[in-house]
């Protein structure tokens, strides 16, 4: 029975380290609120996770094509089966049945940065980070006057 208990203590020591060695680098490393949020808005684009959180990806402004909210089934649907996105989609899913917001990325010479045509992520709030983000693409578009 003692060695049970020293089996089962020892593994909740090892989960307590590892969560609080990751939550250490997270922030030293100054990616915690990508972790919390999946995406970002930054003066000039969107700062994203990069696949396995090995980093912050970007994307300018002038580089989306459209964004838009989708809900949690929807999402989920269109990630699990292929006809949805298919493999060109970089998913972050930080939040468990919340809704989704989608930017498709406008094709670039510079195929080794996006490898992927559609990012969804789940922001906080994403009816907010959908109406920021197209308050600040509608400031990219020229204006024509007639």
């Keep these: 029975m003692l060695i049970l208990t020293i089996f089962f203590a020892s593994i909740v020591l090892v989960a307590i380290l590892t969560v609080t060695a990751f939550r250490f680098l997270a922030r030293r490393c100054g990616i915690k609120d990508l972790i919390e949020d999946g995406a970002v808005l930054t003066e000039d ?6 696949l396995f959180m090995l980093g912050r ?3 300018k402004f002038n580089e989306i094509e459209s964004v838009k909210l989708i809900s949690f089934p929807k ?4 990630l699990m089966f292929p006809f949805g996105y298919g ?3 970089h998913g972050i899913r930080t939040r468990l049945f919340s809704d989704f917001v ?3 990325i406008k094709k670039t010479p510079r195929w ?5 045509h559609y990012l969804l992520f789940t ?3 994403a009816v907010s980070f959908v109406e920021q983000l197209k308050n600040r693409l509608d400031g990219l578009v020229p204006q024509t006057s007639n």
């Design 112 to 116: 080794y940065e996006f490898h992927f």
């Design 123 to 125: 922001p906080k709030n």
């Design 87 to 89: 493999l060109s989609v």
């Design 75 to 78: 999402a989920m649907l269109s």
């Design 45 to 50: 684009g969107i700062e994203y996770l990069r």
């Design 102 to 104: 989608e930017i498709k």
């Design 57 to 59: 990806g970007k994307i």
